[in-house]
């Protein structure tokens, strides 16, 4: 059985810290990469990437001004649901990392053991950072408090219900990291996501590509999903 929870939480003064330890080598394994839309799912593959774990990704979707360094998704991922739905893909992604949105991941198709890294981010800053995403697409949806609010307990029930999902999956093992935690300390945020994923990674070169200025500008946005 493979059911395990491991959270990483990093305080404000950086001292409440809980790691988890060193999981077996990856093997057949596989990694995904999940949360919200601009939660910072793409950052975490850019670790991944930079630290030396194969992705799994076909570059479709190209880097732009929301995200710079590319959004590292694979298009079958998106066919997972559906009356043709299609999920042939995941004997290619055995020991490698492929990113799969919230709440798509909880249809991962059993017969296959996952090791998913789920992102959590600020209801608050998620929403800010689609509202500017969408207007910057030049879309019209308006945007208000009582929008937001009503989103934010979306998101929430949409989250809680899939962690229990993923939970009580005895062919998972579950990492939640937090967006915050990772742009506070990217070297022990890095150390605690190789240590999920087998220890193989290297962690000096995981940390580097988080840019904080880059990921969290306080006065526009947060520019990574």
């Known amino acids: 059985m493979m059911r395990g929870l491991a959270l990483l939480m990093i305080s404000s003064d950086l001292t409440d ?3 988890p330890a060193t999981l077996p080598p990856l093997g ?20 991944l990437d930079a630290g030396g774990m194969q992705i799994l990704t076909d570059n479709k979707r190209e880097a732009d001004e ?8 694979f298009e079958p991922v998106k066919k997972m649901l559906g009356n043709d739905a299609n999920t042939g893909w995941i004997a290619g ?11 798509i991941v909880a249809s991962l198709p059993i017969g296959q053991r996952y090791r998913v890294i789920l992102v959590e981010r600020d ?10 995403m969408i207007a910057r697409l030049g879309s019209v949806i308006p945007d208000s408090s ?9 998101y929430a029930r949409i989250m809680e219900r899939t962690v229990a999902i993923l939970e009580a999956r005895a062919d998972v093992r579950l990492l939640i990291v937090r967006y915050g935690s990772i742009l506070a300390d990217p070297l022990l945020a890095a150390a605690a996501i190789n240590a999920f994923v087998g220890g193989a990674l290297d962690t000096a070169r995981m940390a580097a590509v988080v840019e904080p200025a880059l990921h969290r500008n306080r006065d526009r946005d947060v520019l990574s999903d």
């Open 28 to 47: 057949d394994d596989v990694v995904v990469v999940s949360g919200l839309p601009r939660s910072g799912t793409s950052l975490l593959m850019q670790m």
């Open 66 to 73: 929301d995200n710079p360094r590319g959004y590292f998704e």
């Open 17 to 19: 810290v809980t790691k």
């Open 93 to 103: 992604a055995r020991g490698k990392a492929v990113k799969v949105v919230v709440p």
């Open 146 to 154: 009582e929008r937001r609010d009503h989103l934010a307990r979306e």
């Open 123 to 132: 209801l608050g800053e998620l929403l800010a950072s689609q509202a500017r």
